[in-house]
């Protein structure tokens, strides 16, 4: 390709991306009118300029503004099948299918169901057309299914009684967005089936390829009895990732290969990568194959065929859609007489891909499988003959395909490490040893046996066999204490350095240039932090849902009061929220954890955090015999007057009261009240307590209850915040830690009337997400998630 050429590609296609990324990081969309226009503005354009030289830069805007254009309308039509307000909570009558596996859970089905009518009181109503629902079990009931949820299959006509919601996740400082992940995937809405409400209209009614992974699924559960392995098996066969275990999901991340095990785009990109050289390397052993197809584009064809069809059969989710659409790409290009830079290659299947998701470029699976097929091409050596004194033969290529996949884990490994530590701030320092086994064993061996067991059933069972003894061996590896290396986030400019010295590591380069990587992967190995000074504190309130956790962090020491609510038997904020968060924070140790009182939305994820990080102490007023007192963790139990300072900080104990324990008849009247004051500002944490103990707090503690910051009591509960509490603390911030649509109603109307009477700002998490604070600023200006990260699709509620 000329050089004028090439220029102009890289210039538009480079464009087009950077007006994508620049859409998906916007607040809101442009009417429908304004995309459209800017849209056949800039087509037009690239039509006139074609490539004339002195016009480049007028074509690169306009594939600029093409993307932006392009992305910005497909947002706008995404945004408009949105459920209305008027119907969440309402029990709605659908009818439509089935439309992908449901997941089982301890507590019930997830499944998407495709609308195709919604009723209201009898009359028909506008729904999205795609929404996720729950069907759950009762949560003490630990058997298996029965009744209409033992028969919901793939594919089947339902009509169910449900009610919806609009999507609202919790946002969290370097949280997983779950809002985008829905608005991504085309979920408008979710919600939960009535018991009770269920009919089956139609056993088969649509999607065959869906119904063909349900009878696979079924027939491998009656196959093979290891629950573990058959959650392997048929999270490699039909793409069911719900069915493998939490402890499994750890064991794979610490090990390096949750890449093998989850059909991702990465997943995908080595499956065709390998499915090609092994299809090459059988094309070359037929004269006539290669005489009909050179060896080298037969295998691309097969690689990329084997590619589309694994991804068919296991869901054809989105990650695995954008990597089948970038490797045909890529394909394409290389297949024909034209040579293309492998840089121009990566970018025309980037452009296809964003085309059909601008949200790809938010997605780490996408930079992963883009990042991991560029390496490899940009280090592919030429093939030729056999280097000088090598001997010919069968021992010769055995040798040259050992030194190949050796090469290839080298760079995988090396090259995949930034992006790793970048978009999850771990990586696996047992990784290579343990991909060294994994690769060839889950590609070769275990992903075969799972999918031609659809054919032949007694396969699973060997490869149930295989996939246990593979599992034992990491089990040994994840043993070591040195296994695994976190890392806190790191800034935009570590990040971009970290990528740029793995790029010299592996590229053919000469090795004084290669050295360069050691400098510049150092700040992305040991990123800064951002710490408080000594006299000053960081309070961080999380966006958990219904219930409450909150990070103090001095200079030197972290404490965490509560640790938010338990989700489902399964789920609890402590995993999802609480020790991601802390991670991506540089945080390996908890020096204080308090656990306010026993109820589950302050309990819920206790378990999980001692058992992710060192705990060096835990006050609470939890009940002798708790397990959570049994954990090894040195206890502590709160009483008024207890205090400690760090660095400058100063932390008081203001209840329960000693006596309040032997009187208290529920667990809210022994809440811990912890306040936190440096430098002239103050916290106040108040747990749950209740009006008759903060009538006690203002009789016993008036003078130390002054408070800016209030974390107000029991959710903004009616049995709490009373005048007289709210008039001794004097807040200039109350902050309201609650779930979105609540079962309980909070915050109430009568506390928010109160706090407002009094002038007090609130932040409320449903509307606000994460609440960050450092004290030597006053409380208003505490900084809201939801406000400091605003994007289009995140769902918008008006403050209370």
């Known amino acids: 390709m000329g050089g004028q050429g090439g220029l102009y590609l890289a210039g538009t296609t480079a464009a087009w991306l950077l007006g994508c990324a620049w859409q998906i990081h916007q607040a809101t969309v442009r009417p429908a009118w304004v995309a459209v226009g800017l849209l056949a503005a800039a087509v037009g354009t690239l039509l006139l300029v074609g490539h004339r030289r002195r016009l480049v830069a007028l074509a690169v805007l306009a594939a600029f503004v093409a993307g932006f254009a392009a992305s910005d309308g497909r ?43 919604a009723r209201w009181r009898g009359e028909p109503v506008a729904v999205p057309p795609l929404v996720s629902l729950g069907w759950y079990k009762g949560w003490h009931d630990d058997g298996p299914l029965s009744g209409p949820q033992a028969e919901l299959r793939a594919g089947q006509a339902w009509r169910f009684t449900a009610r ?20 991504e995937q085309g979920v408008r809405a979710t919600g939960y089936v009535l018991d009770g409400h269920a009919e089956l209209l139609d056993p088969a009614a649509a999607h065959p390829i869906e119904r063909l992974r349900q009878r696979v699924r079924d027939r491998l559960y009656a196959q093979v009895d290891d629950p573990q392995a058959a959650g392997v098996l048929a999270a490699l066969a039909v793409g069911d990732q719900s069915a493998i275990e939490r402890a499994d999901w750890q064991l794979f991340r610490s090990t390096g290969i949750a890449h093998l095990v989850s059909i991702s785009g990465l997943h995908i990109t080595m499956f065709a990568w390998l499915a090609a050289r092994l299809a090459g390397a059988l094309w070359r052993r037929s004269v006539r194959a290669m005489l009909w197809l050179p060896a080298p584009l037969a295998a691309r064809w097969i690689g990329l065929a084997a590619a589309a069809g694994y991804a068919l059969f296991a869901g054809w989710g989105v990650p695995a859609q954008r ?58 050596p030429s093939h030729g003959l056999p280097a000088r004194g090598e001997t010919p033969g069968r021992l010769a ?20 490490a930034p992006l790793t530590l970048v978009f999850f701030q771990q990586i696996s320092l047992v990784g290579f040893a343990a991909n060294l086994v994994a690769i060839p064993l889950v590609t070769l061996v275990i992903t075969p046996l799972a999918l031609l067991g659809a054919a032949w059933p007694w396969l699973w069972t060997l490869g149930a066999w295989v996939e246990q003894q593979l599992v034992a061996l990491l089990m040994l590896l994840a043993q070591a204490p040195w296994a695994v290396w976190s890392v806190p ?83 609890d904020a402590g995993q999802r929220v609480l020790l991601p968060l802390l991670r991506s924070r540089g945080e390996d140790r908890i020096d204080r954890l308090v656990l306010s009182h026993r109820d589950a939305d302050h309990t819920g994820g206790a378990a999980a955090v001692i058992a992710g990080l060192p705990v060096g102490e835990l006050d609470s007023s939890l009940e002798d015999g708790h397990p959570l007192l049994g954990s090894g963790v040195p206890t502590t139990r709160c009483v008024a007057g207890q205090w400690w300072d760090w660095d400058g900080v100063h932390f008081q104990m203001l209840h329960p009261f000693a006596d309040d324990y032997g009187r208290a008849r529920k667990p809210n009247a022994v809440s811990c009240v912890l306040r936190v004051s440096a430098g002239g500002r103050s916290a106040l944490l108040t747990g749950d307590i209740e009006r008759e103990q903060e009538g006690a707090l203002v009789e016993r503690s008036r003078d130390a209850l002054r408070s800016d910051l209030l974390l107000v009591a029991h959710h903004g ?28 109603g909070h915050p109430v109307p009568e506390v928010l009337a109160r706090l407002h009477e009094r002038d007090v700002l609130v932040a409320a998490t449903t509307s606000c997400g994460a609440w960050r604070w450092r004290s030597d600023q006053p409380p208003a200006a505490g900084v809201c998630e ?15």
């Open 717 to 744: 509960s009616r049995t709490s915040s009373s005048a007289d509490f709210l008039d001794a603390v004097q807040p200039q911030v109350a902050l309201i830690q609650a779930g979105y649509r609540n079962r309980f």
């Open 786 to 800: 939801r406000d400091r990260a605003r994007r289009y699709w995140h769902h918008r509620i008006e403050a209370p």
């Open 164 to 183: 919806l919601r609009q999507p609202h996740g919790s946002l969290n400082p370097g949280g997983f967005d779950v809002e985008l992940m829905m608005f």
């Open 397 to 416: 290529a055995v040798s040259r395909s050992l030194r190949a996949g050796l090469r290839t884990q080298a760079i995988a490994t090396i090259g995949l």
């Open 489 to 571: 986030a790191a800034p935009w400019w570590a990040a971009a350095a970290g990528l740029l010295s793995a790029v010299l590591l592996v590229l053919p380069l000469p090795w004084r240039l290669r050295l360069l990587a050691v400098p510049l992967a150092l700040p992305l190995l040991l990123p800064p932090r951002e710490l408080p000074p000594a006299g000053r504190f960081e309070l961080l309130a999380l966006d958990v849902g219904q219930g409450t956790a909150v990070l103090v962090r001095t200079q030197r020491h972290l404490l965490v009061y509560d640790a938010g609510p338990q989700y489902s038997r399964d789920a």
């Open 75 to 117: 947002a706008g039509l995404r945004l408009a099948a949105q459920l209305p307000t008027a119907l969440e909570g309402q029990d709605l009558q659908l009818t439509g299918v089935v439309a992908s596996l449901p997941d089982h859970t301890p507590s019930g089905l997830q499944f998407r169901f495709e609308v195709d009518e």
């Open 323 to 380: 990597t089948v659409w970038m490797l045909a790409v890529v394909t394409l290009l290389q297949a024909g007489a034209r040579r293309w830079p492998w840089p121009l290659v990566l970018l025309a299947a980037a452009v296809v891909v964003t085309a059909f998701d601008p949200w790809a470029l938010l997605q780490p699976g996408f930079w992963l499988s883009f990042m991991a097929v560029g390496l490899l091409m940009a280090s592919e």
